[in-house]
T-cell receptor, first 115, second 114 residues
Framework: AQSVAQPEDQVNVAEGNPLTVKCTYSVSGNPYLFWYVQYPNRGLQFLLKYITGDNLVKGSYGFEAEFNKSQTSFHLKKPSALVSDSALYFCAVRPDAGNNRKLIWGLGTSLAVNP | DSGVTQTPKHLITATGQRVTLRCSPRSGDLSVYWYQQSLDQGLQFLIHYYNGEERAKGNILERFSAQQFPDLHSELNLSSLELGDSALYFC?????????????FGPGTRLTVL
């Protein structure tokens, strides 16, 4: 079955330190990969996506993510975390092959950046 | 502001009742998606409409239905409500149905069933 995993329910980092939020997937073909962020009491906001090309993609608010085909991962990173980055982060993957091409969502990772 | 609007913001109702949630997509977006977010089940995709036609169904209960109107706004109808239907309901829109288009989410409707 096709799936997306965010192995950590919660990630804690100190302000100014680098952060990583992990995402791995198991889907058919070459997937389209997305990261979204949800601030408290808000809807989700698009951060970045990988469709094709350079494996390192840059997005909003200084975030970036690296597509690793061999490890089927798309980890979200930021060199220096801010307290305001504290939020819920969702990874989503869409297969580009097979009969079921619906977007598959991870369960989310809560990021807490401590001052 | 994503450009997607949802009404109402909050809804409190009783078990067995029926409610309608409304969504207006971003100007120019033809696709509308509905999601349910609850603490125990995370973000669940319900249904996708493109230019008035149903395109995909997710974990949508038979008690729930949706439609997209000619002006592209969409409504999600929830009937015979149960306590477990209490959740945040989001709608999102995208410019087309292509898988590489990101979705823009509305602020959500918080439904409380008492």
């Amino acid at each position: 079955a096709q799936s997306v995993a965010q192995p950590e329910d919660q990630v804690n980092v100190a302000e100014g330190n680098p952060l990583t939020v992990k995402c791995t997937y198991s889907v058919s073909g070459n997937p389209y990969l997305f990261w979204y962020v949800q601030y408290p009491n808000r809807g989700l906001q698009f951060l970045l996506k990988y469709i094709t090309g350079d494996n390192l993609v840059k997005g909003s608010y200084g975030f970036e993510a690296e597509f690793n085909k061999s490890q089927t991962s798309f980890h979200l990173k930021k060199p220096s975390a801010l307290v305001s980055d504290s939020a819920l982060y969702f990874c989503a993957v869409r297969p580009d092959a097979g009969n079921n091409r619906k977007l598959i969502w991870g369960l989310g990772t809560s990021l807490a950046v401590n001052p | 502001d994503s450009g997607v609007t949802q009404t109402p913001k909050h809804l409190i109702t009783a078990t067995g009742q029926r409610v309608t949630l409304r969504c207006s997509p971003r100007s120019g977006d033809l696709s509308v998606y509905w999601y349910q977010q609850s603490l125990d089940q995370g973000l669940q995709f319900l249904i996708h409409y493109y230019n008035g036609e149903e395109r995909a169904k997710g974990n949508i209960l038979e008690r729930f239905s949706a439609q997209q109107f000619p002006d592209l706004h969409s409504e999600l109808n929830l009937s015979s409500l149960e306590l477990g239907d209490s959740a945040l309901y989001f709608c999102a829109s995208s410019v087309a149905t292509s898988g590489y288009n990101e979705q823009f989410f509305g602020p959500g409707t918080r439904l409380t069933v008492l």
